[in-house]
């Protein structure tokens, strides 16, 4: 592994107002970075599964997508779903860094910004992140798969939904933090799996309660109330519809299946 003072790589530069990072362009430059500079968010989605670079600097408010959602659907893609991605963001808010942090991002800076302390942190993520994968930074890895914009769409609203079960976020929050708008989230949850939204959000929540049903250790009132239903006799009524056995007789069958 070379020392953090000499590393270098390609970096992926994402911001709308491009000029704001041309002291950091000059700086990357002189220490030898390969750079490409991305002014769309879209655009970076596809630029980033198809050079994956070896970080991401991301600005956080865009027109066209938020740096969140960028930073969801890239944690989506296999190709770019390990590549550090640092916020630099003229944003000094305490939420905002927080669910930068959150969703996948290594670092958060705020503009305006020294071009010295971004190239450090670069430096420090690219020494962790190669050190993780046993590489020195020089040597490729295998292609990954380029996912189309309609399944990185249909993965990150999939997580998000199945990342709180009892409280799912609205379809306006679903489809804005997954990089779209609500029609075309429609649309794609229908072309890809056949339903609504709704109706998955149901059938999410039907398979959780499954698995808790199986690992026997939560009550039914509390497993009705994990997954989102407003009681367990309407937990119970939903179950039965579905699976064509009550909660408690699938949680009996699978116990005796374990035996």
Known sequence: MREVSTLTGHVLLVDDRPEELRPLVRVLTREGFRLSVVSAARKAVYQAQLVKPDIIVLDLHMPDMDGFAVCRLLRESPATHKVPIIFLS??????????????????????????????????????????????????????????????????????????????????????????????????VFRERLGMTVFAYIRQARLQRAKELLSEGVVSIEDIAALVGFSGAANFATAFKAQEGVTPRAYRQQSQLSKV
């Open 90 to 187: 003229s944003s000094t808010s305490v939420d905002d860094r927080l669910a930068g942090l959150k969703w996948g991002a290594v670092d958060f800076v705020v503009k305006p910004y020294t071009a010295e302390e971004v190239l450090a942190r670069l430096r420090i993520h690219l020494s962790l992140a190669w050190r993780a994968a046993g590489r020195d930074g020089s040597d490729d890895e295998p292609a990954q798969e380029v996912l189309g914009p309609d399944e990185l769409v249909l993965r990150a609203a999939s997580r998000l939904i199945f990342d709180d079960l009892a409280n799912p976020p609205s379809l306006q929050d679903i489809a804005k933090a997954s990089g779209t708008h609500e029609k075309r989230l429609l649309k």
